[in-house]
């Protein structure tokens, strides 16, 4: 997964005409520490897209305009537009994710 360092670098990768996945976490979220235990394995199920991670407390006005309100959370760009939104909630499990991202990525 890589690390987006910038609002410009968010705003040029969601511009991508394929589906790119980003993560929103926080360095203290015990939730994203759980997901990151989780996550490896799902990253190599789909290899086949682009994942990214940006910490939402580094960029609260992207989290902000995405309505990304509570972490960790799992978006889905393509050509500039949100298809998809995993909110935290919802991503405590490997089942859980697995299952958002075969509705919601081709």
């Known amino acids: ?3 987006i360092t910038s609002t410009e670098q968010f705003n ?3 511009q991508s005409d394929k589906e790119v996945i980003v993560k929103f976490f926080a360095t203290w979220c015990p939730d ?3 997901m990151d235990m989780f996550i490896p394995d799902i ?4 290899a086949h897209h ?4 940006i910490n939402k407390d580094d960029f609260p006005e992207l989290a902000e305009t995405y309505q990304v309100m509570g972490i960790p959370s799992l ?5 500039g537009e949100k298809t998809g939104h995993l909110h ?4 405590k499990s490997p089942e859980e994710v697995t299952e958002f991202l075969q509705e919601h990525v081709s």
């Open 43 to 46: 990253l190599e199920a789909y």
């Open 75 to 79: 978006l889905i760009f393509k050509n």
């Open 12 to 14: 040029e990768i969601i």
């Open 50 to 53: 682009e994942w990214f991670e």
């Open 88 to 91: 935290s909630a919802n991503a």
């Open 1 to 3: 997964m890589k690390k």
């Open 32 to 34: 994203c520490t759980r």
